[in-house]
């Protein structure tokens, strides 16, 4: 089966998503049960489910059955956390605001006693200052990430 042909209508009949994690609805193999957890967590924190012989991330698996088609671009956990795989924590949106959405503390670099803040955008990068603790760095970097990344949540 390709993925043309794994439908939000079968995604449905075959997956529970009202549970946390998602269990299965039907019997998927020999060797498991309908109300059994679908898939597995992976190392890179998401959880990964087999269906018609594929492997799927969930929350692409939950965007087809919520919304009856496939993301058009990339999905966004809005609050950083990949295991969370709820409807209203996810959003469809291209690679790049993707990218402007990661948790890390980036833009923060200890340079003696002290800490550099600087962010860039669209191969500009904008030097935000000195600060005597890596918290200023990261509250100067965080501001100015706010201010210029249209897919920033946090």
């Not at 009949?13 to 597995?40: M, Y």
């Not at 690679?95 to 006693?113: D, E, H, M, S, Y």
């Amino acid at each position: 089966m390709a993925k043309a042909d794994v439908t939000a209508a079968f995604v449905r009949s075959a997956l529970d998503f009202t549970c946390d994690p998602p269990v299965w609805r039907v019997k998927p193999s020999p060797r498991l049960r309908a109300g059994t957890v679908a898939g597995a967590m992976w190392k890179d924190g998401y959880r990964r489910i087999c269906i018609a012989g594929k492997s799927y991330a969930a929350h692409r698996l939950l965007w087809l059955a919520e919304t009856g088609e496939w993301p058009a671009g990339t999905l966004d956990h809005i609050t950083g956390i990949r295991s969370d795989n709820r409807f209203e924590n996810l959003r469809d949106v291209t690679l790049a605001i993707n990218g402007q959405n990661r948790r890390f503390v980036a833009g923060c670099t200890k340079i003696g006693k002290r800490w550099m803040a600087q962010i860039g955008l669209a191969g500009r990068t904008y030097y935000l200052g000195v600060f005597d603790t890596p918290a200023e760095a990261k509250a100067a970097y965080l501001a100015k990430k706010r201010e210029i990344h249209e897919g920033c949540t946090s």
